[in-house]
């Protein structure tokens, strides 16, 4: 699918097929694209909880005030981040670069982070934000559609997924085959009703 067509026809969608399933190379395709997301300073703080555990995912429902596309769509993203991702291990994100640049910039990310909690999570919801967009277009350029949701409570599903304490959740994504649409037959009428 064209990127234009993928941003004009992408639609928070709130009924999905229940006996859907995405299979484990279209979501692993679907990850791939997740993870071509830009970051800060390249620390990809994102982390992606993949909810395919029907158990579970009835559990965050509840905590959702109910929303059936929780448990209807073919896979639940719980966007997740690192709040302190700028400080683990710093020197993978830049192996690759040149040993001049990364020195540098690896050497920037302590005294830009340390300390500032605020920028610590903001930085976190524009790495979810970023990401979540990635998904959703990647979701509907593959054929299925997606729904953000903020509509749950932050705690209850941080305890159901056993978040560690130095992450946060941004939101979730429902992604599937939609549903909703009555057949032709059923709304089309000839010349006149029977």
Known sequence: MDTFDAIYQRRAVKHYDPEHELTDDEIQ?????AIQTPSSFNIQNW???????????????AAAVDQAQVTDASLLIIMTADLKAWKKEPARYWRDAPSDVAEILVNWMGPFYEGKNELQRDEAMRSCGLAGQTIMLAAKAMGYD???MIGFDPLQVAELINLPDDHVIGFMIAVGNATGQLPLEEVIIHNQFN
């Not at 395709?29 to 694209?33: G, Q, R, S, W």
């Open 146 to 148: 997606s729904c953000p």
């Open 47 to 61: 982390r992606f909880v993949l909810v395919r555990n029907k158990d579970l995912r009835t559990k965050i429902r």
């Open 29 to 33: 395709k679907l990850m791939e694209a």
